[in-house]
């Protein structure tokens, strides 16, 4: 028994290993186009009770966006998603949507609306304690962006992937 304890935990550290960066995947309509994207999903460092997800498309040192959704719960359940920052203030769900050129050059940042609303949600439907495997979805509309356009819309959204504290 204790060998086979042993060979699972080695399993899993190496399946959570530094070399494995590209750990999920998220897809979704973005403004009515595909969205594909890689992820990854971390714990978050001063809420242990939370998770969050980074999902980015293109190539990281060119052009690219990124999509993170923070204090995510380990837990299964319907979310809405707030005006947030990535803080240990509240416990709300938040997402901030970048466009990045050139590698690290921010040109452009969407957020959630103002005032909370039941269609702006991510849901996880599938949550592994052991494994830390996790599967859900996502709708979301942001608004801002200094460039065009100035709202973007993620429908029919879905991640999956597996949480690692590397």
């Known amino acids: 028994?204790?060998?086979?304890?042993?060979?699972?935990?080695?399993?899993?550290?190496?399946?959570?290993?530094r070399d494995n960066r590209h750990r999920g995947d998220t897809n979704a309509l973005k403004n009515g186009e595909n969205w594909d994207g890689f992820n990854e999903m971390r714990p978050m460092n001063s809420m242990e009770e939370y998770f969050y997800i980074v999902s980015a498309t293109g190539e990281i040192s060119g052009n690219h966006d990124k999509l993170s959704i923070f204090k995510l719960p380990y837990e299964e359940g319907r979310h809405t998603v707030h005006r947030t920052g990535n803080n240990?203030?509240?416990?709300?769900?938040?997402?901030?949507?970048?466009?990045?050129?050139?590698?690290?050059?921010?040109t452009g940042g969407w957020n959630v609306p103002e005032i909370p609303d039941s269609s702006n949600y991510v849901e996880i439907t599938f949550y592994d304690e052991c494994t830390q495997e996790v599967e859900g979805f996502f709708n979301l509309t942001l608004v801002g962006g200094p460039i065009p356009p100035d709202t973007v819309h993620f429908e029919n959204g879905h991640f999956e992937g597996k949480i690692c504290d590397d």
Request: with cysteine.
């Open 1 to 17: 028994m204790k060998n086979i304890i042993l060979f699972l935990i080695f399993t899993l550290a190496l399946s959570c290993g």
């Open 88 to 106: 240990t203030i509240d416990s709300l769900v938040g997402v901030a949507y970048v466009t990045i050129a050139g590698g690290d050059q921010p």
